[in-house]
Nanobody, 126 residues
Framework: QVQLVESGGGLVQIGGSLRLSCAAS????????MGWFRQAPGKEPEFVAA????????YYADSVKGRFAISRDKGKSMLYLQMNSLKPEDTAVYYC???????????????????WGQGTQVTVSS
């Protein structure tokens, strides 16, 4: 089993940066693919970024490509999301998630993920 706790959210101005962190506990973290998802008020959850268990493969939603970067530190059991050039449409609750099946390529699909954190709010304003 994997427990996930996000942190690093907050209020930031347009064009600013934030770094989200996700602390993982549990024996399967190192073999799990990991992802970041977000949900804005009144909208469905959407995929943001994912990284394979090895860290060698990453995927991004088109809306964040070139602005966000996902990374993981297996030694510290941490997942990160560096967010730059933030826009008002990035405002949402951000969740980290773990897919214990791992695999060479991480999934971009919400149902593939078995474990979820409680979320951290990111608000981008002018």
């Amino acid at each position: 089993q994997v427990q996930l706790v996000e942190s690093g959210g907050g209020l930031v101005q347009i064009g600013g940066s934030l770094r989200l962190s996700c602390a993982a506990s549990g024996r399967t973290f190192s073999r799990s693919s990991m992802g970041w998802f977000r949900q804005a008020p009144g909208k469905e959850p959407e995929f943001v970024a994912a990284i394979s268990w090895s860290g060698g493969t990453t995927y991004y939603a088109d809306s964040v490509k070139g602005r966000f970067a996902i990374s993981r530190d297996k030694g510290k059991s941490m997942l990160y999301l560096q967010m730059n050039s933030l826009k008002p449409e990035d405002t949402a609750v951000y969740y980290c998630a773990a897919d214990r099946t791992g695999g060479l390529a991480p999934s971009v699909l919400t149902p593939s993920y078995d474990y979820w954190g409680q979320g951290t709010q990111v608000t981008v304003s002018s």
